[in-house]
């Protein structure tokens, strides 16, 4: 039996329950869910649901019954244009990922330790969260860009500032409304995209000087090198959306492994002494077992993107409900990875459940980086600067606490004001 809408708090008219859920998003979500269970209505078109294997099949869904919808405002969101949209996406990120040169990974990782040196020059204070972004958004530009980045980290920087007034609240406002904020990130949104279609272009044409004589040296090179190759249009939307999600969620996460390297002496005990053992020089990431399981860690109790969202591509079905087109599906990585009815001890810190031999995660329910299709283009990326930085960073610094971090919970969940010393070892 199909029931056409689940049960969920009591709305006002005009604004939801936007007003209750701005005041404490987390708990909001957490007392809708002990009320009402796995799927609730938040309002009159959003669901909210708490299953792994309900929001495993949402993500699996995507591109055919659901699409992602990137855009922060009411009047972009293309649902007839949606299938257009994912095959070209999905064509350049088969491009992107799955066939990434070695050579690409390997000449990041270079020049990604001569970043983190020029990041941290020795002992001092460092305001994290912003630092973690300027060395992580210049890595990302790095990866995707190679020679071509220089300006582009400080393109994505104002564009992902620009993006908090507007995205980071309950509303959908549209793009044609006169204020400053809008303005303003519709103006840098535009700037990103004309300096990527530049360097695409540019390096379209150094490539076709010397066809064949290329080894790719990074994702542009990759994307332009493939056999069909990417279009110069798919190749700017692919490059914008890897930019943007490499520049707030990597750097958060980087942000709470410090805090957590704080708060859990024993566990950065053990990392360092496996980082200690190594030759970081020439970082063997496979070898560094500990320092993984540590950031995977991190990222089950603090995934920067702790809240997920979907669309109905056309009228469907989640579970036993009916959804009509339009209607948005949401989730929170943060609560289901805090579920006692799948985790051992939940809100304790065991970098142990990802050792090998650990016994596996209970099906679907960690998505620190989503899943299915539209799974995080930057998680294989973010894995790889995350281990290294981490590691880096134990086996040159001790680390002490200035200021604590409170949670933040915006568009990304952030460590807001944490401030460590770092003292040379």
Partial sequence: MRYDRPPGPRTSRLLGN?????????????????????????????VVVADPELIHGVLTRTNTDFDGDGSPFS???????????????MAARRVGWH????????????????????TFTGSG??????????LLGAATADFCLGRSAAGVPELVAASTAALVP????????????????????????AQ??????????????????EPGQHEPRDLLDQLLLADPRVSDGDAQRF????????????????????????????????????????????????????????????????????????????????????????????????????????????????PRRWLPGAPAPVRHAYVPFGAGPRVCVGAQLGMLQLTLITAWLVARFDLQREQTATESFGGLLVPAGLRVRLTAR
Avoid: C, K
């Avoid at 005041?23 to 009320?35: N, P, Y």
């Avoid at 609730?40 to 078109?45: A, K, M, T």
């Avoid at 990103?192 to 000087?209: Q, S």
């Fill in 18 to 46: 936007t007003l209750e859920y701005d005041r404490d998003r987390v708990g909001f979500l957490r007392r809708a869910h002990a009320e009402f269970g796995d799927v609730f209505s938040y309002d009159r078109r959003t």
């Fill in 99 to 118: 066939r990434l040169s070695r050579s690409a990974v390997g000449a990041h990782v270079d020049r990604l330790a001569g970043m983190f040196d020029a």
């Fill in 239 to 350: 490059l914008r959306g890897v930019l943007m999600a490499g520049y707030g969620v990597p750097a958060a996460a980087m942000s709470w492994v410090v805090d957590t390297l704080l708060d859990q002496p024993e566990h950065a005990g053990v990392v360092r002494a496996e980082v200690d053992a190594h030759d970081l020089r020439r970082p063997d990431v496979a070898a560094l077992v500990q320092t993984a399981a540590f950031v995977r860690e991190v990222l089950r109790l603090r995934p920067p993107t702790w809240l997920i969202g979907r669309h109905a591509r056309h009228d469907t079905t989640l579970g036993s409900w009916r959804l009509t087109r339009g209607a948005e599906v949401v989730f929170s990585p943060y609560l289901l990875h805090r579920d006692g009815r799948f985790w051992d001890q939940p809100e304790d810190f065991r």
């Fill in 125 to 134: 204070s460092i305001d994290v969260l912003p630092t973690m972004e300027r």
């Fill in 166 to 189: 507007v995205g980071g609240t309950s509303y959908r406002l549209p793009s044609w409304l006169p204020t400053r904020s809008t303005r303003t990130f519709v103006e840098l949104r």
């Fill in 75 to 89: 009047n972009e969101r293309d649902l007839d244009g949606a299938d257009t949209s994912a095959d070209e996406w």
């Fill in 192 to 209: 990103l995209w004309d300096g990527l279609g530049t360097a695409v272009r540019t390096r379209g044409t150094e490539l076709e000087r």
